[in-house]
Structure formats: C-alpha cells, structure tokens
C-alpha cells in the first residue's frame, strides 16, 4: 500500500515509526513531517488546509490509504473532501469530528444517551452565564465551545475567577470572543485517557495512558499540550476498560450511527474516575500527543490492517496484541515553552541516546540544519522538540530507561519534566 500520513509532531513520527515497519507499506509518505518523520517516510511540503493539493498529491502518488494525525483537518472536513474524490482516510468526518469541535454537541450526546458526564448548562451569554455560577457556587468548571488548542477551559476555585473566565472568552481573550460555553460541574477524582479504535458500528478498546499537562514537576506551573506520558494507566483495570467501553465509548458510537453520522477513526476519551465510576471529561477524535507514541509502542500487531479494518467497517472481530510492557515518553521542549521560546538550537547526541535498551526517539519539532553540507545536523523548531520514550518491564523502569536516553542528548536551549510517570511509580512501589 502506498500510505500518506498527514501533520508534523511526535504523533506523526510515532504512527510513521509504526506504519513503516508493516509489510503492507510500500510507499510511505508524510506531510508536512518532521526531521525524524523523514527517517521513516518521504516529506512532502503540502499545505493540510489546502485539500485541493493534497487530494492532488493523494492521486498523482497512487495513495491507498491517508491516516490523519491532527484534529484541525479532521473538524475542517479533510476525511469527507478525500472520501469524496475517492481516496481511503482514516479518520471522521467533520460532522463526526464535532465530538471534539463542539463541547456543546459532546454534552448534549452524553445527556440524550445516558453517557455519564459533569451536569451541565450551554450559553450564549455572559449575564446568564454568571447567575448559573452564582447558583451553582465553586468550584466550577467554565468551557469555551470550538477548538481552542487545550486552552479553553478554566477550572475555577470561585465564584470569581469562573466570573472572570465568563468575561474573559465572551471578550474574546481567547483569540476571538466565544460564541457559546459550557459550564460544568467539577468533577473530582484521577484523570486517564482512554483510546478507542471504532469502524462506524462497533469499537474495539486499544489502550489507557496517562499524561502530565503541567509544565514543571510535581505539577506545577502553566499547562502545555503535554510534557510527557505512560501506558498502561494504573487505574484503568480490564473491570474499568470494561465499564467505559459499555458506559461511555460503545453508547456514543451507537449513538452517532444513529445520527446518519457513524464515527471512524481513534476516539480519545477524556475520563476522570470518581468514586461513582469513569465519568467523560471531554472527547478528542484523533490519537493524543503524546498519548500516542506511547501506545504505538506497546502495539504488538501491525497497526495498518487495523487503520484499513476502521475505515471499512470491519472492526468485529477483530484484535490486537498489545506487549505487557509499560511505555512512557520524556517531551523536550525548548526553554520557555510553553511561552515565547527560540528556534534553531543545535541538538546533538541522539544516536548515542537511542542506542540505550528499550529506547524510541521520536521528533515533535525539528528540521536537519540546511546550512550544513551533509544536510544531517538537527536544529531545534518548535515549543515542543522531541520524544524520548522507552519500554521497560515496569514503568519505573522504562522511566530509568528514558531518562538515561535524556542524559545522552545534549542540546543546552532544551528542558525536560524529571518526574514522568510520578504516579504510576508510586502506585507500582505501593502494590
Ligand atoms: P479539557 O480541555 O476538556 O480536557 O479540559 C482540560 C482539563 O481541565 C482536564 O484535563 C481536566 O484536568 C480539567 N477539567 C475539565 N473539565 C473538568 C471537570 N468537569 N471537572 C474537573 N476537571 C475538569
């Protein structure tokens, strides 16, 4: 098969990784892609919002099948425009796609099929919006519908700050004033993320994960879009992974069946696990960052026959073989992030890191430095640079492993978290 992976980060470089290594791949192509990307697929400079060039590409390469990593092409339509010119996606479709476009459809889904979720109220304006917090009181939960890249949710400890939050999106302190929000009950408990591959009609349960949002150890500091992750999620047993498949993932996909609109491609559910059973926190329609890297390394069978199986409906019966193996992955970001940082910083000592056992390197933001003659040395390009992920037989020990693999790199404007996986490690010592 020739197969085009679209998008740029550490997910891509992980779902290339893992494509490339199936005998079904002849021909892997990514775009844009990545330093790393380009050790295991052809880059190709296409524009993602332009469909008309990438089903252009799709057709004058033969393409089987395109796997879409990001969520903005997904809500922007890109799976319907291929479908439509006859080229196989992976992927929903933009109605699909509202699961994560639209907090206000997701919870109004959730409410109309019994999917346990955070009570709720929608509005579309301020002075309404401020009395239901007054009613409520805080702790409170204060969400900006539409795409908003991780930043539209305040969790407010008053009734002040949910006030502010109000103020703060319908003023458009978001980019653009809000045309709607959320305001939601807040839900206590520990978080997980779970994946869910689904064909239209059924699902089938991949794995659970758990990320660290927080910029600093111990959880402190600003949110970013993930500095680092660990499969399986400690708290996610088979009963559990039991529960959100009949409770939360198998109802919504019946659900959108229902709707004319059935759902393909990953679902990434959002949970949190409260003393009253897993409870939706938000749903996302494509593989997490860093999510991802981290399940395609615990992934034992191949990941193409299983892409194909979802997007032609033919998920039942159908398994995978996971490695009983933890995985966890260590982001480097460069200094500042996830404020204003620099790009262009040489980074060296890759090859020694990834010949420590059990090691993955994955890129998330480099570019080979142009101005040298071979072309070869990486420079740093975005806020979030590498993946340095590592299975082990524990997650303290595919941790060890990782950060030995850090030690190794040498790129002085870069910074990692020096506790990823705290949690699991924890419970793991307690049990
Ligand atoms: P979201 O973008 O919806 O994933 O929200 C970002 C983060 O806000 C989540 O990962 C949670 O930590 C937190 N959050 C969102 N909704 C709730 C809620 N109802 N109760 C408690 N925390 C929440």
């Known amino acids: 098969m020739n197969i085009l992976i679209l998008g740029s980060g550490g997910r891509e470089h992980a779902l290339a990784w893992k494509i490339a290594a199936s005998p079904l791949t002849d021909k892997l192509y990514c775009a844009p892609g990545n330093a790393g990307i380009a050790q295991e697929a052809d880059c190709v400079a296409l524009d993602l919002a332009d469909h008309t060039a990438v089903i252009a590409f799709a057709k004058e390469k033969k393409i089987d099948l ?64 401020k009395d239901y917090v007054r009613k409520k009181g805080a702790p ?8 908003a890249a991780g930043k539209g949710v305040v969790v407010a400890e008053t ?13 458009g302190g978001l980019g653009q004033p809000a045309w709607e929000i959320v305001i939601e009950d807040c839900l206590v408990g520990e978080e997980a993320s779970f994946f869910a591959l689904c064909d239209g009609e059924t699902a089938i349960a991949l794995a659970s994960a758990q990320d660290h949002k927080r910029v600093g150890d111990g959880d402190k ?16 047993t088979a009963a559990m992974e039991k529960r959100v498949m009949d409770e939360i ?20 559910a959002g949970l ?6 897993p409870q939706l926190i938000e749903y996302n329609v494509r593989f997490g960052d860093p999510e991802c890297q981290v399940l395609m390394l615990r992934l034992m069978s191949d990941l193409v026959p299983a892409l194909v199986a979802a997007r032609d409906g033919q998920l039942k019966n159908f398994d995978l073989r996971w490695y009983d193996d933890a995985a966890l992955t260590v982001v480097m970001a ?46 740093a390009n975005g806020g979030r640079v590498l993946n340095v992920c590592a299975r082990g037989k524990s997650v303290r020990e595919a941790q060890a492993r990782a950060y030995a693999a850090v030690d190794r790199i040498t790129w002085p404007e870069g910074f990692c978290r020096r506790d990823i996986g705290w949690r699991a490690i924890a419970h793991e010592q307690a049990t």
């Not at 409170?140 to 795409?147: R, S």
């Not at 949190?272 to 059973?277: F, L």
């Not at 620099?342 to 080979?368: N, P, R």
């Open 66 to 129: 395109v796997v879409v990593g990001p969520e903005a092409p997904l809500c922007a339509g890109i799976v319907d425009d291929l479908e439509a010119a006859g080229i196989k996606a992976f992927g929903p479709s933009k109605w699909a796609a509202r699961l994560e476009g639209s907090k206000g459809f997701t919870k109004d889904l959730c409410k109309a099929n019994n999917i346990p979720t955070a009570a709720y109220q929608r509005f579309k304006g301020a002075g309404a919006a």
């Open 272 to 277: 949190m696990i409260t003393d009253k059973g």
């Open 334 to 379: 460069a200094k500042g992030y996830p404020g204003a940082y620099g790009k262009g910083s040489v980074i060296e000592g890759l090859d020694a890191a990834a010949q420590v056992e059990g090691v993955e390197i994955f890129h998330a933001g480099t570019i080979f430095d142009k101005t040298r003659a071979d072309g070869k040395r990486i420079l």
């Open 221 to 236: 500091g600003p949110n970013t879009g993930g500095m680092g992750a660990y499969s399986p999620a400690p708290i996610m």
């Open 140 to 147: 409170i939960v204060v969400k900006a519908d539409g795409l």
């Open 249 to 268: 993932v198998l109802p919504t996909v019946r659900a959108l069946k229902h709707a004319g609109a059935p759902y393909k491609g990953v679902l990434f």
């Open 159 to 171: 009734v002040k700050e949910a006030e502010e939050a109000i103020d703060m999106m319908f003023g």
